[in-house]
């Protein structure tokens, strides 16, 4: 049986955990570790790293940014405003441009009404995006020119 893409509408085989054309995650496969994994006692937690892989901004490429989600969830804005989580100085990028959200294995990139856009990266495709699934080591255009890598993984309870 084959599954829809809820993205870009492409058909992919049932065996194949991501879309061959875009890479969003089937709907029935996890986009995270399971998170109920514990050390100590204590439930994991997500640990998002975004970096910026291009900018207009030379000095900020290469920067990286370092989120602890607990289990129960979380949201990373990112922007141009300051009461971002992380802000992105970007004059094509919206000042609340889009978030992601952290919940029970699964992680959303969600555009919040950005004015130039949210693109999901995979090999030489980009696709507009106003909500995609996102697993570790996804890659994402905000606006016309920033690039971020955002990698997920298990955080656990204590520290790792």
């Not at 995650?25 to 570790?33: D, G, I, M, V």
């Not at 289990?71 to 990373?76: E, N």
């Not at 300051?82 to 555009?111: C, K, M, Q, W, Y």
Request: proline share 6%.
């Amino acid at each position: 049986m084959s599954w829809r893409c809820p993205i870009c509408g492409t058909n992919n085989d049932a065996s194949e955990k991501r879309c061959k054309v875009c890479g969003a995650y089937s709907p029935n496969e996890p986009t995270l570790p399971r998170w109920e994994e514990t050390r100590g006692g204590q439930p994991a937690a997500y640990r998002i790293v975004i970096r910026i892989e291009d900018a207009p901004v030379r000095e900020l490429i290469g920067a990286t940014f370092t989120v602890d989600v607990p289990p129960t969830g979380g949201v990373i804005t990112l922007g141009r405003s300051t009461d971002n989580t992380i802000i992105i100085p970007d004059p094509t990028v919206s000042r609340r441009h889009a978030r992601i959200v952290v919940g029970r294995n699964t992680a959303i990139l969600e555009d919040v009404g950005s004015r130039n856009g949210t693109y999901v990266i995979s090999g030489d495709n980009e696709v507009r995006v106003s909500v995609a699934d996102i697993g570790d080591d996804t890659l994402v255009r905000l606006g016309a020119t920033t690039v971020l890598r955002i990698w997920i993984s298990l955080s656990r309870g204590g520290g790792d």
